[in-house]
DNA sequence: CCGGTGATGGACT
DNA sequence: GTCCATCACCGGA
């Protein structure tokens, strides 16, 4: 027998940090009837389960983030802002609560499907450059959530090609206060054009803070 | 390039 | 009622 096509549910299966960093250059791939797109991940965010205030599951688990508290492996899919799906993969032993946020990537697999998808992406760069643009692109959304990404599921994360630590760039996280603030959770890889490049605060009140990332342009 | 803002609906207090 | 792990669009520099 080959090697299998997705990643081992060991891969999941540890710190939340570690995870997220060899998930970089990595590619999540969707199935549908329309046909696959895969996304060559150019920018994920590490959520530290239950102690960390920027988590779903900061207020411990509800319905919506029951999976968070399950088995490692699972995509996790929430709405957000009326509008929009993001995907995270979780990782770390039950009840950890732990995942990583797939922020951005480069379409590298069904192009044409994600352009359809993305009518509003005028460069091919922005298809999949942010958390809900990247589902969109992939045709992620509810049905998703819950999924075994570890293989026999239309939405798995294949090996791709790893990235040395050269080109990996750690970044503070966005809209999160608290003790965790300083802890570099997001990784991205280094002068990459796909990865987004977004504002700190979003449409927060005035005043916020402007920490840009370290790992723009 | 950059900052400001409306859209839009569900989860949780 | 308030707060979003966001995006697209618009106008100004």
Redesign the pocket.
Known sequence: MGAPLTLARSFYDRDVLEVARDLLGRVVRHTTPEGVVGVRLSEV?A?AGESDP????F?GP????RVMFGEAGHAYVY??????W?V?LVCGPVGTAS?V?LRAGEVVEGLELARSR?V??RKDV?LAR????LTQALGVDRAQDGVDVCGGSSLEVLPGRPVPDEQVVWGPR??VAGAGAATPWRASLVNDPTV?A??VG??RSPGARATRGADES
């Open positions: 965010e959520y920027g988590s779903h599951a207020r509800t319905p919506r983030t709405f957000s802002y009326g509008m929009h993001c995270n995942a946020l993305r509003a992406a922005d942010g958390p809900a643009r966005v809209g987004s977004y504002r979003g449409r």
